[in-house]
């Protein structure tokens, strides 16, 4: 009971930071790069030294079969943003179609999150603080872009609550998506990758190398420390 009572708090404290975070300081937000670079160096050393790591324990067991979802994850949404990236420049202006497409897929991710979050508090609390740290900086920095800002308030708190929505549902279907388990982070990996890769290339947002290197120096630490703790 415990780790459901932790998973509700944590997505939503996920939920809050993003509704505050897009709400009352996007614009800031989205202009540091400082905390970007730091999100990205911080995600891929949980990508390296977590995730891929997981990911070939549940492979042992589901197969290699895992990793197509890994590359589904960075595939699809490489595919999404290319398709309406090329639409705006055709049309000049993004339509409410695109708009649509682009915060589906974040609302599904953002819930999925929610949901692999009871996952992983049901296995312990040091697995899913090391999750939950590197998508609560995923879900500040990674916001949607300024042309994906929301019209009304109410569409901005239902996609905020996606992480709740998904701990909820995860807590109640916890049998079911501790079965899919390996399937949804692989997925997962791959999406979050995908924007690693797009956030730490050279470009405007992408200028602050050191931060960079900061959140990669500073995550590898605690994940080579929780490897020899016991909690």
């Known amino acids: 009971m415990t780790f459901h009572i932790i998973s509700i708090i944590l997505a939503g404290i996920l939920s809050l930071s993003d509704y505050v975070t897009e709400h009352i300081f996007s614009k800031k937000l989205r202009t540091n790069h400082k905390l970007v670079s730091f999100s990205a160096g911080v995600a891929i050393a949980y990508i390296v030294l977590h995730l891929f790591p997981e990911i070939s324990?549940?492979?042992?067991?589901?197969?290699?079969?895992?990793?197509?979802?890994?590359?589904l994850g960075f595939v699809s949404l490489n595919l999404i943003e290319q398709y309406i990236y090329k639409e705006i420049g055709k049309l000049r202006n993004l339509s409410s179609y695109h708009r649509s497409v682009h915060v589906a897929y974040f609302f599904i991710y953002n819930f999925l999150i929610g949901a692999v979050l009871v996952v992983f508090a049901a296995k312990g609390l040091k697995?899913?603080?090391?999750?939950?740290?590197?998508?609560?900086?995923?879900i500040v920095a990674e916001i949607l872009p300024q042309e994906f800002a929301f019209k009304s308030s109410i569409s901005k708190v239902v996609y905020s609550m996606a992480p709740v929505f998904g701990a909820i549902m995860g807590i109640y279907s916890i049998d079911f998506f501790a079965s899919v388990f390996g399937e949804l982070i692989s997925f997962m990996t791959g999406t979050l990758l995908y924007i690693v890769i797009r956030e730490s290339l050279p470009s405007d947002r992408a200028e602050k190398p050191i931060y960079f290197m900061i959140g990669v120096l500073l995550y590898t630490i605690i994940i080579y420390l929780s490897w020899n703790s016991g909690f």
């Not at 939950?132 to 995923?138: K, S």
């Open 127 to 138: 697995q899913t603080l090391l999750f939950f740290v590197p998508f609560l900086l995923y």
């Open 57 to 71: 324990s549940n492979a042992l067991i589901d197969g290699r079969k895992l990793f197509l979802f890994v590359l």
